[in-house]
Nanobody
């Protein structure tokens, strides 16, 4: 079965950095685009970044462009989100996502908190 497991979240001061990882299994990782979303209480889940299967194309939300970098290692079935210059408004639960045959799969999420 499809499994996505995020890690790397935590508490960081404004201006700091974190690197999130998402370990994937149960599907052919190297042929699927992968996505990172985030969600705060009372708000809809927001698409943060997308990477194509060959990592040839990446797309970012306006709110994170220039500060976040999505990457992947197809040999390790893992997708990453490097987050730099973090702001308090980046505080959220971050989720890894893949769409297979029109169905969304999600990990349990990892909490990122940006506060002094």
């Amino acid at each position: 079965q499809v499994q996505l497991v995020e890690s790397g979240g935590g508490l960081v001061q404004p201006g700091g950095s974190l690197r999130l990882s998402c370990a994937a299994s149960g599907f052919t990782f190297n042929i699927k685009a992968m996505n990172w979303f985030r969600q705060t209480p009372g708000k809809e889940r927001e698409l943060v970044a997308v990477i194509t299967s060959d990592a040839g194309t990446t797309t970012y939300a306006d709110s994170v462009r220039g500060r976040f970098t999505i990457s992947r290692d197809n040999a390790k079935n893992t997708v990453y989100l490097q987050m730099n210059t973090l702001k308090p408004e980046d505080t959220a639960v971050y989720y890894c996502n893949v769409i297979i045959h029109g169905r969304n799969y999600w990990g349990p999420g990892t909490q990122v908190s940006v506060s002094s």
